[in-house]
């Protein structure tokens, strides 16, 4: 995982939003460890891929839901301190990566 260093500052989230992010993350992590399970056990390979498409979908909501966080929280931040253009321009490089 790549490190980024930002000159903006961050703004802290709430217990309340790392707590569900977080719980989200364990879950998805225990679908991962259950699925190499099944390849242990070597189950059906499309039920193996149909969980796969699960775990794709639930990392993709946990990214919308950050990306929303950080657009009104953070975007918003640097707006209104005039420094709105540079944070949509990276928030935009990201969500083509994200797209991908």
Known sequence: MEDTLHDHAVIPRT?????KVLKRLRRIEGQVRGIQKMVEED???????????AIQSALKNVGYEVTERHMKHCVT???DKGEGD????????VL?????
Not at 43 to 53: A, N
Not at 96 to 100: G, L, N
Request: proline fraction near 0%; hydrophobic fraction near 40%.
């Open 15 to 19: 217990d309340d939003e790392k707590d």
């Open 43 to 53: 189950r059906y390979c499309v039920d193996i891929l149909i969980q796969i498409s």
């Open 77 to 79: 931040d640097a707006i």
């Open 86 to 93: 540079d944070s949509i321009e990276e928030l935009m490089a």
């Open 96 to 100: 083509k990566q994200f797209s991908k």
